[in-house]
């Protein structure tokens, strides 16, 4: 073998090396008692989507992606081998879930990356509430400053004070998760529709419920307190779910 050949195989190995540490990458950690699944709508994130206890993964961006990640719940395959949860399913029939939306309620991430270099996000109960979830940017500043980019969660048991009119439940009766009021109730003042668009749209006594626990997410279509925060040259980021 020609001796030219083994600078060849170095220089492609670099290139590797140096494209996946350009990746955005958010490392994941399930906290909690059981098992999850991960999903991500729309596609184009990569990740493993079963979670168990104590386990950690990792997510990678695609350059450009703007979209939600969430936890699945209580998840079992049928008879007709058919796959399903009792919390955050998107209704593919199968462990991966990487385009459809999930069904409520589920507490949501929701991310927009912009070629890399600057990714906006935020935790977000506007379509209720599964499990805790906390984001933590590792590097990176505050787009046009040099603050450091802050966290965002909910890791607060909103079971506890989820009106029962809010509480979502399985098959058996038992809960499983806190609907928001928009989804469950349909009523424009809830949802921000209608003529409670703009700064008519207003916290609601169940938002600001949630609010008080978990003062570090969105609560309602026109919560902007703390804002969607936008992340500047980060490559690093942590999720834990049930981060109590």
Known sequence: MSSNVFPSI???LLLLVSAAQSDVVINT???????????????????ESESSPGSTDIIILPDTWKGSIWART????????????ETGDCGSGKDYCRDPPPTYPVTLLNLDLNKKTVLSYEVSLNHGFNIPIRFEPLDGTLFGGDRKCPVVDCIADISNVCPSFLV????????????????????????CTGKFTGPDCQPNEYSKTFKDLCNLAHTYPGDNDPPTYKCSEGTSFNITFCAF
């Open 10 to 12: 170095l220089f492609l």
């Open 168 to 191: 979502a439940k399985n098959q058996n009766g038992a809960y499983v998760g806190c609907y928001s009021a928009c989804d469950a109730l349909k009523d424009p003042k809830y949802c």
């Open 29 to 47: 950690l399930n906290l909690c008692t059981f098992k999850i699944w991960l999903a991500s709508s729309p596609s184009g994130a990569d990740f």
């Open 74 to 85: 209580k998840c079992s395959t049928n008879a007709s081998n058919y796959f399903s949860c």
